[in-house]
């Protein structure tokens, strides 16, 4: 980011009419979107949402509320525009684009990008979820991806993903990479039981220690306890960067991928917007672990990339005070 | 507010293709919307904000940042369209109306709507702050701008005030409504020192000993030690919730004006939103005083009703979310 960007906008911010930092953290955000995108007067519309679909081998373990088939239903949702992230996707002007990574099973659709690397990772509790080669590939997808949307225009991304188990390998990731206990980012999913929870805590405590991934190594534990959407994710994540471009991270899922790019490269934290702080107890752990502050605590637990599109007003708004608000001068207004 | 409405919408929102309660306060934004529109479809675009304006004779005591005049350019700037209320405005697309009720200077602008009391309140260490008939005036003049609003077609409306003092003058009310310290209720408004903050808190508790106002009855509160814009504030809420129009409350100025409106009818805080929680201290305890927990915390101390703005698009999002998402059934997706 530009550190020149950032000192120009905090004192051109001082001249406008309104008391010095009187509007808090849309002030560092309106800093932190001129550094990231070299701009003075940067813009974040419009703005683009991938959605990152893969499934999960260890759903097998009976870690999950839904059954494995909504994956490839809730996908035909986004298509026909029927789901959360479709709504609030257009009420930003968003253009959003649903990417297969990694889905159990087969949509024969236009409206679909298709890059899938394999049906569903391997349940890793008895294997890696994924070999080294198929983690490479979707990091790459996800790169891709996100590389298509910028080059049609989009000024922010928005990351989402869907697929049922992925708050299991999350949870595992999340706990491998910050040193905290897996109880203590295990959550109730898509609502489990506590007794469910328990189990699910117990299978990827056993996995952790069958997986044996080493915690200083990101891409050793993405391979070994990840899914397709979230090393796209990251893949996503590291080439918006890349083209300056801020992104918006949506919940816990979205967070554990965005952790492994930021341990792969920590200057990729400056790119980031945490979008909201879900009910997983574990993302407020991966979002302090990478020093990001939510923008929104709603309660949301659904993923698709929802917490991080209603968020998206927040930047926006952040980037229209810097372009619109008038200066002291011009409004011949008195300043202290 | 509808009872009926509510429990209607709280089942239709479990057949929507999402786990029951993943989008967390979305959906008790839904029902509560429902409940006060008594629609089962709620809308609540087009938003409208009003901005009242008025001065505060209590600025003769040395509370404020900046001096008074800053409260009719900030108007002229309103009107210009170059504040930050304007810029959040254009954002969500609402309609925005300037009404003088007690500004201290003269502004001759047809885009103004003059409905002025005084010439700002009497300085309240000295006497009351309003006569009851001013007072009385005062609350009319939101009341009727609130309906003159909804009557052009509104769906939410968004308060919003300016007048230099008047974080002295809410500091005093909601010390005296919830019975905290004063000390507890002043913050740096829009940027005092610490030693000018023990000046005002020192003030606001001599003035609150001298005018000895009557807790229980929030009219008396409202005329010895308020403002012309906090009344208009409670008359425009008081005349929303009766034409059963959700509202936004911006910061602990409009609240404080919330909390007379609540005091005289308790029902209208089911009408009433917190757009945010802003950085002076009193606000957080006149929210918790009413019951109503912000939608964002951004660490804004700026007014206007930009905190109100910035939350709107959630409220939409909720409106959007019940109208639009596709049912499990609909979508062919399998429920748990």
Redesign the interface.
């Known amino acids: 980011v530009s550190k020149e960007r950032i000192t120009e906008t905090a004192h051109y911010l001082d001249t406008?009419?309104?008391?010095?930092?009187?509007?808090?953290?849309?002030e560092e955000i309106a800093k932190q979107l001129a550094g990231i995108t070299d701009q003075g007067v940067p813009q974040v519309s419009p703005p683009g949402i991938l959605v990152f679909a893969g499934d999960h081998g260890i759903v097998e373990e009976g870690v999950s509320?839904?059954?494995q088939?909504?994956t490839v239903?809730?996908i035909?949702?986004f298509l026909?525009g029927?789901?959360?992230i479709?709504?609030?996707a257009?009420?930003?002007g968003a253009s959003l684009q649903v990417v297969d990574v990694g889905a159990a099973g087969e949509i024969d659709d236009d409206r679909l990008v298709t890059k899938k690397i394999a049906a569903g990772t391997a349940n890793f509790l008895k294997t890696d979820a994924m070999t080294e080669a198929q983690m490479e590939a979707a990091i790459l997808a996800g790169a891709e991806s996100a590389n298509t949307m910028i080059a049609r225009g989009i000024k922010c991304l928005i990351v989402g993903e869907m697929g049922i188990g992925n708050t299991t390998a999350a949870s595992a990731l999340v706990a491998v990479l910050t040193g905290c206990s897996v109880e203590q980012t295990v959550g109730h999913g898509?609502?489990i039981s506590a007794e469910k929870k328990l189990h699910k805590s117990r299978i990827i405590e056993e996995a952790i220690r069958l997986r044996d991934p080493n915690p200083d190594n990101p891409l050793n534990v993405l391979k070994k306890l990840g899914g397709y959407e979230i090393a796209a994710i990251s893949g996503a994540i590291l080439a918006a960067a890349q083209a300056g471009i801020p992104v918006i991270m949506d919940g816990f899922i979205c967070t554990s991928g965005a952790m492994a790019a930021v341990r792969l490269n920590p200057y990729i934290k400056d790119y980031l917007f945490a979008g909201h702080v879900s009910?997983e107890p574990g993302h407020k752990m991966a979002l302090e672990d990478i020093g990001a502050a939510p923008?929104?605590?709603?309660?949301?637990?659904?993923g698709e990339g929802?917490g991080a599109a209603?968020a998206f007003?927040?930047l926006?708004?952040a980037a229209?005070?810097r372009s619109?608000?008038?200066t002291f001068d011009?409004?011949?207004?008195?300043n202290?």
């Open positions: 406008l009419t309104k008391p010095p930092g009187s509007l808090g953290r849309l509320a839904f059954p088939e909504v239903q809730m035909r949702n026909d029927g789901a959360a479709n709504v609030f257009r009420q930003i898509t609502g009910q923008l929104l605590d709603l309660g949301l637990k659904l929802t209603l007003p927040v926006e708004a229209r005070m619109e608000m008038a011009e409004a011949s207004v008195t202290k």
